[in-house]
């Protein structure tokens, strides 16, 4: 069972809270199923050109396995480590990124809507993606993935609380 993170001052150096371990699997998972239709294509490829005679067995799909091997190990991890969050009593950080790093900070008086959004991956792995809509174009939406699933219906709740004591 997930915690709800204790609402602390924002603080834009401060630890920010890890997402869900389970959702570095998630990303694992899916960079996986990423991968196996170029591996798919390297060995059609090279069942080709065997027939003509052309190149050595696996000198197509050796090096597409080995640099799948190396993403499916290494980008997730980075990517899981480069996401965080903290929440206050009146907004919501959020940190993401690797090459592009960006630090999001959205006041809950902006927010218009919120979703718990849950694909079939993150189904299988009991996490969720919490959502925050607000007015404006720039970054309307800013979401949060990797969270428990009851630690998102619960920052939705407690963020929905605080907008209806703010427009009270």
């Known amino acids: ?6 609402p602390q001052p924002l ?6 809270t890890k997402l869900h371990p389970n959702y570095a699997h998630a990303l694992r998972l899916r960079t996986v199923l990423t991968a196996i239709p170029f591996l798919a294509g390297s060995l059609i490829l090279e069942s080709a050109f065997r027939g003509e005679g052309l ?9 597409v396995l080995v640099i799948a091997l190396a993403l499916v190990i290494r980008i997730p991890q980075s990517r899981y480590n480069a996401r965080g969050f903290q929440i206050s009593a009146d907004r919501l950080r959020v940190v993401r ?14 927010v218009q809507h919120i979703d718990v959004h849950q694909g079939p991956l ?5 996490i969720a993606t919490l959502t925050l809509h607000t007015a ?10 990797g ?12 963020i929905r609380a605080h907008i209806r004591r703010e427009t009270m």
């Open 122 to 126: 993150e189904r299988f792995f009991g």
């Open 136 to 145: 404006g174009n720039h970054n309307a939406g800013v979401a949060l993935p």
């Open 55 to 63: 190149f050595p067995s696996g000198i197509i799909a050796g090096p």
């Open 11 to 16: 603080d834009d150096d401060g630890a920010l």
């Open 97 to 110: 990124g690797l090459l592009f790093r960006s630090d999001t900070v959205v006041p809950f008086g902006r």
């Open 147 to 158: 969270l428990g699933e009851e630690l998102a219906r619960e920052m939705r709740e407690e």
């Open 1 to 6: 069972m997930d915690q709800m993170p204790v």
